[in-house]
């Protein structure tokens, strides 16, 4: 049997999706602030069908970063997506 190149596969936090790692957005909280990924903090995972729905998608942040201020979290997301999409 021949090998298969194996892609890492990662779980969305907020639907449980399990996603190729390339499909994810990559997310971490740190002190209740919510941040771009940048290797020093736990991190998680969100898909691309839970960033379009806004409710799914605030419920999930809340719970990861353990703060109820949504639309701190949900300007910070929006920063975060708008810079990845620069890159
Ligand atoms: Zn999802």
């Known amino acids: 049997m021949a090998k298969k190149f194996h892609q890492p ?3 969305c936090v907020s639907c449980r ?5 390339c499909n994810l957005l990559r997310l971490q909280c740190f002190n209740g ?3 771009a990924f940048d290797g020093t903090k736990r991190s998680f995972y969100l898909c691309q069908s839970c960033l379009k729905e806004e409710k799914k998608l605030l419920r999930a942040l809340m719970r990861q970063c ?3 201020d949504k639309d701190k979290l949900m300007n910070k997301l929006k920063e975060i997506i708008t810079d990845d999409r620069k890159s």
Do not use: A, D, G, H
């Open 17 to 21: 999706i399990r996603e190729p790692q």
């Open 9 to 11: 596969t990662r779980m």
């Open 66 to 68: 353990k703060s109820p």
């Open 33 to 35: 602030e919510l941040t």
